[in-house]
């Protein structure tokens, strides 16, 4: 079987990437990328956009999306593969998302205000629109407007989990996630596992319908790899892959690509879509 290398996590200017949806399909054209999935944080709106462009470039666009769920103390990542992103099941979940996102938004625009930090809510949505800002976007506003030098001083400073402008937001559970995707006929798998550090959880998921463990990363060492295969044979899950690209200008060292998986792990992730449906 020719080898046909797949990244399978990808976010464009529909949630927290820099590139559009076919400005991505256009550089995976470009380096020989056949295949990539669109999973942009809890937004679908990108993907027609780059299926239409892929079908003219001959690059395959998986439809996806990745949800940001929570449990005590962590943010846990669960990742769709080959959803229905036009299902009416879909809509009105991502709809308090995103409606919620925008709220968060102003809640830490007042945070960073009263620590002295002159940005508006404006000043972020001029970057993200109003679907699916995130805190990403705020550290674009910070560093435009020179409050920062880059994204970790943003985060460092103000945006972490227990930082003083940290604001969450409303967040499905993970196996609120897993039931959602496999709604809409779509395969679910665990996000960056080691950064969510959440290991605990894998056996639970897998019972609630988790699919996948995503094992191929950026900055994992080869014994993290190891670690998350050895937990998706035992579990009888499939490894996923991919970039975690979110563009060009994003401040983010990883290029699309650079972190692919094998045409046979598609596959089989195609075809656990298919028997699920």
Known sequence: MTEMPADLHVHSTFSDGTDS?????????????????????????????????????????????????????????????????????????????????VARIYKIVEKLNKLGVGISADDV??????????????????????????FKEAFDRFLEFNGPAYVGHYKLTPAEAIKLIRQVN?????????????????????????????????GYESQFTEHYVTLARKYGLLTTGGTDYHGKDSGREM???????????????????LRGN
């Not at 605990?200 to 191929?216: K, S, T, V, W």
């Not at 290029?255 to 879509?273: A, C, F, P, Q, W």
Request: aromatic fraction near 6%.
């Open 21 to 101: 949806p076919e400005e991505i399909v256009e550089l995976a054209s470009k380096i020989k990328l056949k295949t990539f999935a669109l999973t942009d944080h809890d937004t679908v709106d990108g993907i027609d956009a780059a299926q239409k462009r892929g079908a003219e470039l001959m690059v395959e666009v998986i439809p996806g999306i990745e949800f940001t769920c929570e449990v005590p103390r962590a943010e846990v990542h669960i990742l769709g593969y080959f959803i229905d992103h036009k299902s009416p099941e879909l809509a009105p979940v991502l709809t308090k998302i995103q409606t919620d996102r």
């Open 125 to 150: 949505f001029a970057i993200s629109g109003k679907k699916a800002p995130g805190r990403p976007h705020v550290a674009r506003a910070l560093i435009k407007k020179g409050f920062v030098s880059g």
């Open 186 to 218: 779509g395969v679910a798998s665990y996000a960056h596992p080691a950064i969510s550090n959440r290991d605990n959880l894998i056996p639970g998921m897998a019972a609630e319908g988790l699919r996948g463990i995503e094992a191929y990363y950026p």
């Open 255 to 273: 290029t699309l690509g650079d972190i692919t998986v094998t045409d046979e792990l598609v596959e089989k992730l195609r075809n656990e879509h």
